[in-house]
């Protein structure tokens, strides 16, 4: 079993930026794919991002790419989303997952899943 604990939300102005960490304990993140998901109210679930077990190759959904940045340290059982230039329509819930492959997309492909941090983003 891996547990996952997100931290780092808030309110931040449009414009803005954060850092979200999400820690993991039970088992070695390294041997996981590691996703970021976010949900807003009335939304369904979204992809975000997602990294390799090594790092070595990240992935963004459109609506993120160029402002956000995945990375991990393996050494910490640690996997990061920094924020930047956010927009109000960036507000959600952010939930990290790790699972078998990069490639995945879908939430019902990841194994494992934190409780979120909420990020809230004022115009």
């Not at 794919?33 to 991002?49: D, I, T, Y």
């Not at 992935?59 to 924020?83: E, P």
């Amino acid at each position: 079993q891996v547990q996952l604990v997100e931290s780092g939300g808030g309110l931040v102005q449009a414009g803005g930026s954060l850092r979200l960490s999400c820690a993991a304990s039970g088992r070695t993140l390294s041997n996981y794919a590691m996703g970021w998901f976010r949900q807003a109210p009335g939304k369904e679930r979204e992809f975000v991002s997602t990294i390799t077990w090594s790092g070595g190759r990240t992935y963004y959904a459109d609506s993120v790419k160029g402002r956000f940045t995945i990375s991990r340290d393996n050494a910490k059982n640690t996997v990061y989303l920094q924020m930047s230039s956010l927009k109000p329509e960036d507000t959600a819930v952010y939930v990290c997952a790790a699972g078998s492959s990069f490639y995945n997309r879908r939430s019902s492909e990841f194994d494992y899943w934190g409780q979120g941090t909420q990020v809230t983003v004022s115009s």
